[in-house]
């Protein structure tokens, strides 16, 4: 009788070490609440924001020819602009201005993106265009204007075959222009010059 009580003793241990390795700590896979998953496939903000960028074309362009202009007048009150370009820089796109008053000439970058102004210069003018010489010849009328899309469009039907990389909006013949690049399937690059009022294609 104690031989048959000590095994059934020795059968109920068993099964409590049996019941208790079985109810190991599974919190991790029972507890809905616990984000098991953390580590898998979350989004990559920088690639999302490196594939925005690499998307950006001047027909997309946050920052307007509009902005433009009034960044660089709230910059430099008191001037008038000689030049407007924009290009491309490692994939950015970057609009740069001059502007001049009767003493001194002026020059910054503007991103196209974010309207970040940088590499702001500041020089005097030669003695032959100070005194309001240059800023009279060169100063741009910038009352309808064309805009980039639309200059773009021009050029690009002009050449046919290609895709407006750069632009100078400038004084020339008389005329405000735009000096519009445009690079073919092969890289060749066209220049068409565009009057910056009419669209009128002048070469």
């Known amino acids: 009788m104690k ?7 020795l059968m109920i241990g068993v099964f ?5 390795g079985n109810g190991e700590d599974n919190t991790e896979s029972n507890n809905p609440g ?3 998953t953390k580590d898998e496939a979350k989004p990559n903000d920088s690639a999302d924001e490196t594939v925005a960028k690499e998307e950006t074309t001047y027909k997309n362009l946050p920052i307007t020819l509009a902005d433009v202009i009034r ?17 491309t820089s490692f994939g950015n ?22 309207g970040k102004v940088s590499n702001q210069e500041t020089d005097d003018l030669d003695s032959d265009e100070a005194g309001g010489v240059k800023r009279q010849a060169e100063a741009l009328d910038l009352e309808d204007i064309i805009g980039i899309e639309k200059v773009s469009e ?15 909006l400038k004084q020339e013949r008389g005329k405000v222009v735009w000096e519009v690049t445009v ?3 092969s890289d060749q690059e066209t220049e068409v010059l565009i ?5 009128d294609v002048l070469a």
């Open 183 to 185: 690079e073919d399937s």
């Open 93 to 114: 796109f970057y609009y740069t201005v001059e502007g001049t008053d009767d003493d001194n000439e002026y020059e910054l970058d503007i991103d196209a993106t974010t």
């Open 71 to 87: 960044i660089y007048d709230d910059t430099h009150p008191d001037t008038d602009i000689t030049s407007i370009s924009l290009d």
């Open 154 to 168: 021009i050029a690009e039907k002009e050449v046919n075959d290609g895709l407006a990389t750069d632009w100078d």
């Open 3 to 9: 031989k048959m009580m000590v095994w059934f003793s």
């Open 34 to 36: 616990l984000d098991t």
């Open 195 to 199: 009057d910056a009022k009419t669209g």
């Open 16 to 20: 409590v070490l049996v019941g208790c």
